[in-house]
T-cell receptor, first 116, second 112 residues
Framework: AQTVTQSQPEMSVQEAETVTLSCTYD???????LFWYKQPPSRQMILVIRQEAYKQQNATENRFSVNFQKAAKSFSLKISDSQLGDTAMYFCATPYSGAGSYQLTFGKGTKLSVIP | NAGVTQTPKFQVLKTGQSMTLQCAQDMNHNSMYWYRQDPGMGLRLIYY???????DKGEVPNGYNVSRLNKREFSLRLESAAPSQTSVYFCASTRHPGETQYFGPGTRLLVL
């Protein structure tokens, strides 16, 4: 089994500021991907960023970047220059192996509010 | 490309009624998944299909059945709905297990 923990149920940030959302996980796998998904009020699940565990370089997508610490099993998301449209639930997810296939395990989410 | 589509968007059922949630993807993905999302619980896996012709139970399969009709379509059936199945249901697909999953818009189900 695998667990994913997001320790911050809610966070807020001023517009244009930077915020970091934390995520820790537990896995026995060596090669895997980790994901951050965004769920705005529309409810659509949108991929924000993906990190390949075997790569040492942290992934970056425009204003979004991760701090991946493989040994510590930590995978935080940094949002720079926060915008009102970043207001959403954010879910960390990582696959684990079960019954010969891979499933995604999701954290319980962090509700981010961007304040004008 | 429509990506992943789900029908219906919203449904109200009475306890004991049955219904099927439909999901289709046009990305030629091999694997498909059904999740439920409840407040404060994140997404939990109900069933998945790693490839056409196979289905497996996830974390919360009780009360549900699935059918992988073909490579494109993966349906979820509630045989006898219960109030505990009130939730938002998401279908997702991926090219290969472990890679990025792409989600449908969700189905909101209310069981009275």
């Amino acid at each position: 089994a695998q667990t994913v923990t997001q320790s911050q149920p809610e966070m807020s940030v001023q517009e244009a500021e930077t915020v970091t959302l934390s995520c820790t996980y537990d896995t026995s796998e060596n090669n895997y991907y980790l994901f951050w998904y965004k769920q705005p009020p529309s409810r659509q699940m949108i991929l924000v960023i993906r990190q390949e565990a075997y790569k040492q370089q942290n992934a970056t997508e425009n204003r979004f970047s991760v701090n991946f610490q493989k040994a510590a099993k930590s995978f935080s998301l940094k949002i720079s220059d926060s915008q009102l449209g970043d207001t959403a639930m954010y879910f960390c997810a990582t696959p684990y192996s079960g019954a010969g296939s891979y499933q995604l395990t999701f954290g319980k989410g962090t509700k981010l509010s961007v304040i004008p | 490309n429509a990506g992943v589509t789900q029908t219906p968007k919203f449904q109200v059922l009475k306890t004991g009624q049955s219904m099927t949630l439909q999901c289709a993807q046009d990305m030629n993905h091999n694997s498909m998944y059904w999740y439920r999302q409840d407040p404060g619980m994140g997404l939990r896996l109900i069933y998945y299909s790693a490839s056409e012709g196979t289905t497996d139970k996830g974390e919360v399969p009780n009360g549900y059945n699935v059918s992988r009709l073909n490579k494109r379509e993966f349906s979820l059936r509630l045989e006898s709905a219960a109030p505990s199945q009130t939730s938002v249901y998401f279908c997702a697909s991926t090219r290969h297990p472990g890679e990025t999953q792409y989600f449908g818009p969700g189905t909101r189900l209310l069981v009275l």
